[in-house]
T-cell receptor
């Protein structure tokens, strides 16, 4: 059982480049989300989805886009990378009742 | 506003000492509270949740609605408890939306 698979593990981007962080889950959860983890700030919600075709903004959505065409996949797109987006990104899939399952994280550096 | 506060960035104790990681929350309603843990080089995972009232790896946490707290406790810390701990809140009828605290790094010294 793979759970939540998140790729890539590491990425270095130049300012202005775009990229997509991939996230897939095989638990048939309706709710999925993306967080960024920064020192001293905990995990902050970027975007979330309550099911295929439905997405909404979290606490820090600027500079990021998401889509949810299937229950399994929830990619996060950085439109034009900025140094302020240097962070560790986590995808999560949550089952009814609230337990979240996290991906292994993507360490992104924007230079 | 929904908010979770963990006042300690770093907590350092010796093996065998009691440990308490503090968590306070702000929420108008009946929240669900969780503790998540991230060991070195591993992904975040659920440690425990208030509605289950169970002890995991010797840790317990009691929801105190009067003080709006959900502190995590363990009577005798072990070196393998060294990790990053996050307190999180989910509001009723909010599906899986979680609000996290800033995190507390627990370091257990031999």
């Amino acid at each position: 059982n793979a759970g939540v698979t998140q790729t890539p593990k590491f990425q270095v981007l130049k300012t202005g480049q775009s990229m997509t962080l991939q996230c897939a889950q095989d638990m048939n959860h309706e709710y999925m989300s993306w967080y960024r983890q920064d020192p001293g700030m905990g995990l902050r919600l970027i975007h979330y989805s309550v099911g295929a075709g439905i997405t909404d903004q979290g606490e820090v959505p600027n500079g990021y886009n998401v889509s949810r065409s299937t229950t399994e996949d929830f990619p996060l797109r950085l439109l034009s990378a900025a140094p302020s987006q240097t962070s560790v990104y986590f995808c999560a899939s949550t089952r009814p009742g609230g337990e979240a399952f996290f991906g292994q994280g993507t360490r992104l550096t924007v230079v | 506003a929904q908010r979770v506060t963990q006042p300690e960035k770093l907590l350092s104790v010796f093996k065998g000492a009691p440990v308490e990681l503090k968590c306070n929350y702000s929420y108008s309603g009946s929240p669900e509270l969780f503790w998540y843990v991230q060991y070195s080089r591993q992904r975040l995972q659920l440690l425990l949740r208030h509605i289950s009232r169970e002890s995991i790896k010797g840790f317990t946490a009691d929801l105190n609605k009067g003080e709006t707290s959900f502190h995590l406790k363990k009577p005798f810390a072990q070196e393998e408890d060294s990790a990053m701990y996050y307190c999180a809140l989910s509001g009723s009828n909010q599906g899986g939306k979680l609000i996290f605290g800033q995190g507390t790094e627990l370091s257990v010294k031999p």
